[in-house]
Structures are given as structure tokens and as C-alpha cells.
């Protein structure tokens, strides 16, 4: 956080050096298509999958989880974006209008509580509210994604009530496509690193087709929109 007001402060002083201004922005491709991948595949990675009752942690208290994750991101959605609204219209910030600020709220309501998890884990604390907040961080990133695209395709278009209806299948439509994708690149990876040529005999193999599979099933999902 220091490095970046640093930077930022940095780039201010140097007033019209655009040539560094432009080395110093950050490209959004490079942040989607080169560190998104792997964040996600390390959340879901870092699952705690140990059986407890013939069962997982994260399964046993999936219900709570998509509940915080879908209900509670797009409460937060609206909540932030009607703020957002609000205090422009009185003038206290600058004035975006409504369809804007959600889509401002989308892009804030996608936490990482971090901090959250570390000061969790040197309080022990109890393993079932670990499990909550970790994975609804995990679900709450994809759906503040999708959000985000969902709301974006209002910006050139008349609101109507069609168009609503139009956005929420899209969002639907995105999400269980790329779930399924997910999976299927999880069964293949399953029965991928089961055979006893790629884990017995060839460990780098292995440790490159968990990289390249993670990022293919990414990469595979964004292509087909």
C-alpha cells in the first residue's frame, strides 16, 4: 500500500512526463489474463478439504457460503452504488449517475479479507467461521465479476424491463457455463494426476498440468464469453 501511494504521489510530481505515467499505469488485461488466474486458482486450492462427518468444511456449510457470496454481494452492490448516487446528487462527490455508481459498486463489493483470515488464525478461531468468511471471499470475486460484465451492458442502452430481464440471464447464463467448465476441467485434472505415469514418475510434469489446467479452464470460460 506505501509502495503504491508512493508511486502515485511520484507520478503527480512529475507533472507532464506522460512517458512515465504511461510505464506506470497499470494495463487491465495484464491484471485478467496474467495474476487473476492464478489468485483464483490459489483460493480454491488453499480449500480446506479435510473430511469432518464424511464431509468437508466448505461443503457442509456451502448454503451459508453462496448465501453471503450471492445475496450479500449484490446487497452490497446496491447499497454502495445508491450511496454512491446519492452523495453525488447532493454534491459531495462527483455526481455519477445510477446505473454508474452500481457498477462502481460491483467492482468495490469484491473483498479480500486477508487481514481478516490472518488475525483468524492466531486467534484459533472457530474453524466453521473461517470456512464462512474464506469461502464466501472466494465466490463473492466471481460474482462481482460477472456482476460487474452484467451491468456493464446497460451503459449504451435504454433501460427497459426487457433488458433487465435480458441482464439477469445473462448473469445466470455466465456463471453456470463457467461453473460447468470448472468442473469439467476438474475431472479431467482428477483423472489426469490419478495415473500412476504422471504421479509416480513425473512430479514437474505434474506440478505443470495443475498450473496450465487451472489457467486453460480460466482462459477457456473468457473465450466463450
Known amino acids: ?12 510530481t512529475t507533472g507532464k512526463d506522460e512517458t512515465f505515467q504511461d510505464w506506470l499505469s497499470f494495463k487491465g488485461y495484464f491484471f485478467y489474463f496474467a495474476l487473476l488466474p492464478p489468485i483464483i486458482f490459489e483460493a480454491g486450492y488453499s480449500l480446506d478439504v479435510k473430511p469432518r462427518g464424511g464431509c468437508s468444511r466448505f461443503l457442509q456449510n ?9 445475496i450479500g454481494t449484490a446487497m452490497s452492490t446496491i447499497l454502495i452504488g445508491f450511496t454512491m448516487w446519492a452523495a453525488g446528487a447532493m454534491g459531495f462527490c462527483f455526481a455519477f449517475t445510477f446505473l454508474e455508481s452500481l457498477i462502481f459498486g460491483a467492482v468495490i463489493s469484491a473483498t479480500d479479507p486477508v487481514s481478516v483470515l490472518s488475525v483468524f488464525q492466531r486467534l484459533q478461531a472457530h474453524p466453521d467461521l473461517y470456512t464462512l468468511v474464506f469461502g464466501e471471499s472466494i465466490f463473492n470475486d466471481a460474482v462481482a465479476i460477472v456482476l460487474f460484465r452484467s451491468l456493464l451492458t446497460f451503459l449504451k442502452k435504454d433501460v427497459t424491463f426487457k433488458l433487465v430481464m435480458f441482464g439477469m440471464l445473462t448473469f445466470v447464463e455466465i456463471f453456470v457455463c463457467s461453473m460447468l467448465i470448472c468442473i469439467a476441467y476438474g475431472f479431467i485434472a482428477s483423472l489426469a494426476f490419478k495415473t500412476d505415469v504422471v504421479r509416480n514418475k513425473h512430479s514437474p510434469v505434474e506440478a505443470s498440468l495443475v498450473v496450465l489446467l487451472a489457467r486453460y479452464s480460466f482462459f477457456t470460460a473468457e473465450s466463450l464469453g
Open 1 to 12: 500500500m506505501l509502495l503504491g501511494v508512493l508511486l502515485g504521489w511520484v507520478a503527480k
Open 62 to 70: 456451502a448454503g451459508a457460503i453462496c448465501a453471503y457470496a450471492f
